[in-house]
């Protein structure tokens, strides 16, 4: 079965320095993942996806993530956290299913509290 | 441009009333999607559109959850004989298209207490 793991529930880091939140995925077939943040009282924010390419993959407010096929995983990252960034962190996965196709639905892990200090 | 919009954001209701909650894609999004989130977790699937019809509706937990999209536009998540545990918050999104590598766009939500 599909599955995401969030290993960590928080992260502590301190403004200005690198952060890491992890992910790591199982499907069946080849993924399509996707990072989302949310913040107190709204709805997710989509940051950045993988589809295929690049390992590296860029997206909004200075995140990126990379994407490791044999480690299975697809860590977020960003080179200096800001005290804004504290928020909830999302990991999700589509499945591509053997002959094509796919899913419509997400499966999202179970969430990362982000704590950036000053 | 206006998002996903859902109304009530908040909703508290009694055991065994019912309840319907209403979400607005993103206009054009043909695809529309119902997640349920409980506290301290990820949201999970219950039900996604792809224009007015059903295309997979396995996520929802049983019977007493129903959802419509009758004009390919806005849809109704409707509970009866609500419960207890289905306190949460349930979450719509939107895309262009089902599936495939397209992201997501998500509404605030709903927080539905049932006491």
């Known amino acids: 079965a599909q599955s995401v793991a969030q290993p960590e529930d928080q992260v502590n880091v301190a403004e200005g320095n690198p952060l890491t939140v992890k992910c790591t995925y199982s499907?069946?077939?080849?993924?399509?993942l996707f990072w989302y943040v949310q913040y107190p009282n709204r709805g997710l924010q989509f940051l950045l996806k993988?589809?295929?390419?690049?390992?590296l993959v860029k997206g909004s407010y200075g995140f990126e993530a990379e994407f490791n096929k044999s480690q299975t995983s697809f860590h977020l990252k960003k080179p200096s956290a800001l005290v804004s960034d504290s928020a909830l962190y999302f990991c999700?996965?589509?499945?591509?299913?053997?002959?094509?196709?796919?899913?419509?639905?997400?499966?999202f892990g179970k969430g990362t509290k982000l704590s950036v200090k000053p | 441009g206006a998002g996903v919009s859902q109304t009530p954001s908040n909703k508290v209701t009694e055991k065994g009333k019912y309840v319907e909650l209403r979400c607005d894609p993103i206009?054009?999004?043909?695809?529309l999607y119902w997640y349920r989130q409980s506290l301290g977790q990820g949201p999970e699937f219950l039900i996604y559109f792809q224009g007015t019809g059903a295309a997979d509706d396995s996520g929802l937990p049983n019977d007493r959850f129903f959802a419509v999209r009758p004009e390919g536009s806005v849809s109704t998540l409707k509970i009866q004989r609500t419960e207890r545990g289905d306190s949460a918050v349930y979450l719509c999104?939107?895309?262009?298209?089902?599936?495939?590598?397209?992201?997501?766009?998500f509404g605030p939500g709903t927080r539905l207490t049932v006491l």
């Open positions: 499907v069946s077939g080849n993924p399509y």
């Open positions: 993988y589809i295929t390419g690049d390992n």
């Open positions: 999104a939107s895309s262009g298209k089902a599936g495939g590598p397209h992201e997501q766009f």
């Open positions: 206009s054009g999004h043909t695809a």
């Open positions: 999700a996965v589509r499945d591509i299913r053997m002959g094509g196709g796919s899913q419509g639905n997400l499966i």
